[in-house]
Structure formats: C-alpha cells, structure tokens
Antibody, heavy 122, light 110 residues
C-alpha cells in the first residue's frame, strides 16, 4: 500500500527558506503516469496547490508561488522535496505531499500524506 | 477568494441526501475534469471523486459526482454522522495554468 510521509522543521523564521521532504513507501517514485506534488492549507482555510514533479524532474508550479518555490526529486531515496524561500506569516500552513496525475485537464491527488504543520515565527 | 465557488455549509438529517455545488468558468470546470475531496476533522483530505464522476476503490456508491457546463455537483445519499466533514472541489484552470480549489463546504449531519 502506497504511503507518503512529510518531514521537516515545524518552525521557520521569517525571510528564511522552508524545506520539507516527502518519503514514498510501498511503491516507486519512478512509476510512470504519476506526478508527485505538494498542497498546503493555512489554518482554518482551504487548499492551495503548490506544485508537482515527475520522477524525471519535470515540474509544474503554481504561478502565484513560482518565484519562491523549488520542487526536486531523489529517485535513489524515493523522496521528493519542497523548498519555499523568503517565507512570511502567510506561508504558515499544513503542508501535504501526495501522488497526483499530470497537472492539467484531469488532475487529482489520489494518495495523500498526513501533513506537517509549519509555523513561521522568529 | 477561491476561483471555484462552493457554499460554505450544508446540512441534512441522517439517512437523507445532500448535494454540494461547485461553480467555476470555462477556463476551469468548463473544460477540465473535476475532483472532490473529503476532509474529516483533523485529518488529511481524501480523494472521493476523480474525473467528474469516478469513485476510487473503497469509496461507497453513496458518493457521486456530476458536471454540467461550468458547474459540478457532489451528491451524498444515506447520510451518516461519519460523513460530517469539509468537502472540496478541485480542477485545472487553463487561464491560470494552475490547479484550483473551491473554498470548501462544511457538511453537518443533524
């Protein structure tokens, strides 16, 4: 059974870079047809798509975050990662990683991690 | 302000049926598939419906999805107290080149 687990610091200082890793177990991140992505949810609010990556390194990013976001993949570790630079209080959220279809006309995230809470504070 | 519009809340009695609407435009729902997610309190969202109306394995047929024009609808029949959750619709927006979501609908089973 495919499982995903987010990890990383729960506290990040303003203006610094948020770094999270998602470890995939029970399956290979190199599976064809699927992308791997990040979605976040600020406290008490809705879902916001951050971006997705294919095992080859091909990426899609939310244009509203693109200037600050980098998603990378490490197939040898069956992991993919998120970096978000210059964080502010607006970046405080629960960050979810998951398996997705190709961003486009039939996008969905069918397997989700449990999420990790990131707080931005000095 | 979400790109897709959902009612903030809906409610119904156990055993009854409820529908949750998701309204968009030709740049998103009108030309792309819609997915629906259920988020139980304190947990991660779970995929309920993909490609407008497909239920993943393990999702009961009490849950159904449909799309017409620039709107989509999630239907839940035989409501149970365990269905109390937030429900989100999502799709691709070709104008924004981004995945977009509705603001979420809180379902209360009275």
């Amino acid at each position: 059974q495919l499982q995903l687990q987010e990890s990383g610091p729960g506290l990040v200082k303003p203006s610094e870079t948020l770094s999270l890793t998602c470890t995939v177990s029970g399956g290979s991140i190199s599976s064809s047809s699927y992308y791997w992505g990040w979605i976040r949810q600020p406290p008490g609010m809705g879902l916001e798509w951050i971006g997705s990556i294919y095992y080859s390194g091909s990426t899609y990013y939310n244009p509203s975050l693109k200037s600050r976001v980098t998603i990378s993949v490490d197939t040898s570790k069956n992991q993919f990662s998120l970096k978000l630079s210059s964080v502010t209080a607006a970046d405080m959220a629960v960050y979810y990683c998951g398996r997705t279809t190709t961003p486009g006309y039939y996008y969905y995230m069918d397997v989700w991690g449990k999420g990790t809470t990131v707080t931005v504070s000095s | 302000q979400s790109v897709l519009t959902q009612p903030p809340s809906v409610s119904a009695a156990p055993g009854q049926k409820v529908t949750i609407s998701c309204s968009g435009s030709s740049s998103n729902i009108g030309n792309n598939y819609v997915s629906w997610y259920q988020q139980l309190p304190g947990t991660a969202p779970k995929l309920l419906i993909s490609e407008n109306s497909k239920r993943p394995s393990g999702i009961p047929d009490r849950f159904s999805g449909s799309k017409s024009g620039t709107s989509a609808t999630l239907g839940i029949t035989g409501l149970q107290t365990g269905d109390e959750a937030d429900y989100y619709c999502g799709t691709w927006d070709g104008s924004l080149s981004a995945v977009v979501f509705g603001g979420g609908t809180k379902l209360t089973v009275l």
